[in-house]
């Protein structure tokens, strides 16, 4: 079977790797190329928490091995600035912590050496019987996955349509230096202007290390966005209830815009949409790039379930089985921000309420956890 991926990020390499090795003939599409990042000696901003669904995918895949800069975390605290609600998740490996670039160089090493055709070109559109127009010439594919990220313009110019999820808020995003380690506990605190949540990074030349990142609506990222790194340090340590006592940002923090997006439909005749552009999520419980390895584990038991099913087929069951996941995941993350954000009493007493019940139940806090990777 001849198969098209279109964007090679994490989540369309890692969909390239999985169908090469069901014996397809796989060529992946890039504009920006397949060069792995440089990675510097600060960890960088875009940092994902991974599930042990996306771990056990990329060991699979050659993807994963122990290196200095992954941090492991075993507990997970969360609580509302607003009332004394908290709940802890501990478990022996919760999750990792790990930059986006890490990741995805991991995933570019192994397509180098697997024999996929790597072909730097944008695609502009695919027709539903699989014919890629390129910007000078066509090919065709019996399959084609659409792997292009939250702008899903090729899979706009393609037939499908994206429903406008709303939530459009602002995310800062940076590395801190603290005084007080983190002892492998991630952190977030709901605030009346979005969650913040400090997440656990190795050490580094002694010093202590975790990861910001703050949704915030509009008007107040507007407000902090004119502040001096120092005065923001300053707020975020205030607004994590010091926490991890004072923090100082080692670089300049990145401000990435938010909102939540799906698509109609996720499969179109062969056409399949995973990741990004077929859901795009606020970050609220790191569950993006989750979501997106998962898709990847549907469509790797569908290649093994029917290994002789036509390109329609596996795209129409892959889009089956992640539906309902993907829906309640992006319906729970707006709650979340609604309820999070909320001042009425009655909102106030129901996050208390929620918080409190994940906190004495284990089975509830399981659920959480299983939703999160
Ligand atoms: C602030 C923030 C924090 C986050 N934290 C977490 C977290 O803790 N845990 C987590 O799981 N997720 C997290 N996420 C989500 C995660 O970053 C995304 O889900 C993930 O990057 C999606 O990967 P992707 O491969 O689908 O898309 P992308 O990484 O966007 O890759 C798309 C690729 O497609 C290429 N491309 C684009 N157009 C074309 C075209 N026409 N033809 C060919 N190629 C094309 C691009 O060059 C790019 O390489 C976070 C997101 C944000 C914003």
């Known amino acids: 079977m001849k198969t098209a991926v279109i964007g090679a990020g994490s989540i369309g390499s890692a969909a390239a790797l999985v169908c090469q090795k069901a014996g397809h003939s796989v060529t992946l599409f890039d504009p920006q ?18 599930g042990s669904r996306s771990t056990q995918l990329l060991t699979e895949l050659g993807a994963w091995a122990p290196d200095e800069r992954l941090c492991a975390y075993q507990s997970m605290h969360v609580i509302d600035a607003r009332s004394d609600a908290r709940v ?25 050496e697997s024999g996929i055709d790597c072909v730097s070109e944008r695609v ?67 605030t009346e202007c979005g969650p913040l949540a400090l ?9 202590h ?62 056409l399949l949409a995973i990741g990004d552009t077929a859901h795009g999520i606020l970050p609220l419980a790191g569950l993006g790039a989750n979501l997106g390895f998962t898709d990847v ?6 290649l093994a379930s029917a290994p002789s099913a036509r390109g329609d087929r596996i795209a129409r069951t892959v889009s089956r089985d992640r539906r309902f996941e993907q829906r309640t995941v992006a319906m729970v993350m707006g709650l979340f921000s609604d309820v999070f954000r909320s001042d009425q009493p009655l909102l106030q007493l129901g996050r208390s309420f929620a918080l409190r019940t994940a906190d004495r139940h284990p089975t509830i806090r399981s659920l959480i956890q299983e939703l999160a990777g």
């Not at 490996?93 to 192994?110: C, I, M, S, T």
């Not at 997440?199 to 010093?207: F, S, T």
């Open 297 to 302: 584990l549907a469509l790797q038991q569908t």
């Open 199 to 207: 997440l656990p990074l190795p050490d580094r030349d002694g010093e």
């Open 88 to 112: 802890t998740f501990t478990e022996a490996a919760l999750g990792h912590l790990v930059e986006a670039d890490w990741v995805r160089n991991q995933l570019l090493a192994r397509v180098a």
């Open 209 to 270: 290390r975790v990861s910001l990142v703050w949704s915030l609506d509009l008007d107040t990222a507007s407000e902090l966005k004119g502040y001096s790194i120092e005065i923001l340090s300053l707020t975020i340590t205030q607004t994590s209830e010091s926490v991890r006592g004072a923090l100082s940002f080692v670089d300049e923090p990145i401000w990435i815009p938010l909102s939540q997006q799906s698509l109609k439909q996720d499969s179109l005749g062969c």
């Open 33 to 50: 190329g397949f060069e792995q990042k440089a990675l510097s000696l600060e960890a960088d901003p875009r940092v994902w928490a991974l």
């Open 124 to 190: 502009e559109s695919v027709s539903q019987r699989g014919v890629l127009t390129l910007p000078k010439k066509e090919r065709d594919a019996d399959l084609v996955i659409f792997a292009e990220g939250r702008q899903a313009h090729t899979a706009l110019a393609s037939g499908f349509e994206i429903v406008d999820g709303g939530y459009r808020q602002m995310a800062v995003v940076g590395t801190l230096r603290s005084e007080q380690p983190h002892n492998g506990e991630a952190f977030q605190i709901f």
